[in-house]
């Protein structure tokens, strides 16, 4: 049985553990509203840009680089969306796992061939598949310490450039979409090339093909300048979402950390007091045996 001392270590060790992830969650939980309300100011902007251009794609016939279908897929690029700093749970683990099964379902023959090429956003997405030999070429670390809409931009500005130069024929969007939290949707979306039917599908009701659209100057030139901006802000928004998702995962981790703390606390003090007790017996036994003794003499 540990000694008296031990197990008084071992709770002021317990204790101070707790204090830390209590503070650490209510870090988060102020992190996370900032992180919802940029999150949900995006959306129905995202929403909005996703119907303008479905409508222009669904009323033309107009043709531009960022739709152009390969004949055949002989790279692919995939942006994949971490976190800098761990203690969230199965965050990271959960959607890195679920990367690696799409790729084994669809992109298999790419990761074999090395034609598959993956651009990581957070520290632990780069040290994960850095660390399982994929062909990493571009890591972001210390991404979200300046979390800023220019920072997506130049990231998904330049994929799009080397999917228009053919250095890329696809290019995915691995992230964390934000439910609630304590859940997360991981998500793997196809960006590019841009599918016309399924846009204009996303975005088609009765009411909008009511309407007869008259574009000025024309359907080309505006589609020029809103298909970049369409996917800026897809990329930014599944950082939102994934910065959003990070600090409700951590927050409901260190709330779980909390209460576990708690309970090892109470069953180590249950221990204390047993061997206290323990002590006090055997004392009180060995006083009594020594009068005793002392007595029959």
């Not at 650490?24 to 900032?34: D, I, P």
């Not at 995202?46 to 004949?71: C, T, W």
């Not at 599944?238 to 703390?261: F, P, W």
């Not at 007091?273 to 007595?295: D, F, M, P, Y």
Request: proline share 3%; hydrophobic share 35%.
């Amino acid at each position: 049985m540990p000694n008296l001392r031990d197990i008084r270590n071992r709770i002021s060790t317990v204790n101070n553990t707790q204090q830390i992830t209590k503070a650490m969650k209510m870090v988060a939980a102020a992190k996370l509203r900032k992180a919802q309300e940029r999150m949900v100011q995006t959306r129905p902007y995202a929403s909005k840009i996703q119907d303008v251009v479905g409508r222009l794609v669904g009323s033309s016939s107009v043709s531009n680089p960022i739709m152009r279908n390969a004949d055949e897929v002989k790279s692919v690029l995939m942006i994949v969306i971490g976190s800098d700093r761990g203690l969230c749970g199965g965050f990271n683990n959960n959607l890195f796992k679920e990367v690696e099964k799409s790729v084994e379902a669809n992109l298999s023959d790419h990761r074999e061939n090395g034609t598959l090429s993956l651009v990581t956003v957070g520290k632990k997405a780069g040290a994960y598949f850095k660390k399982r030999n994929y062909n990493v070429i571009e890591s972001h670390p210390g991404f979200f310490d300046k979390l800023e809409y220019e920072s997506t931009s130049e990231l998904m500005n330049k994929a799009s450039q080397q999917f228009v130069d053919g250095d890329f024929d696809e290019v995915y969007i691995a992230f964390n979409e934000f439910k609630s939290v304590i859940a997360q949707n991981r998500k793997v979306d196809k960006v590019l090339p841009i599918d016309p039917s399924e846009i204009s599908a996303s975005s088609d009701d009765a009411s909008k093909e009511a309407i007869d659209y008259i574009f000025e100057p024309d359907s080309e030139v505006i589609l020029e300048k809103l298909l970049p901006l369409h996917l800026n802000i897809q990329l930014w928004k599944a950082v939102l979402e994934s910065n959003a998702s990070e600090q409700g995962a951590r927050m409901s981790a260190m709330d779980s950390a909390t209460e576990n703390a708690k309970d090892l606390e109470r069953e180590l003090k249950l221990k204390y007091n047993q061997a206290r007790q323990s002590a006090i017996t055997t004392e009180i036994s060995e006083i009594v045996s020594g009068a005793q003794a002392l007595g029959g003499n």
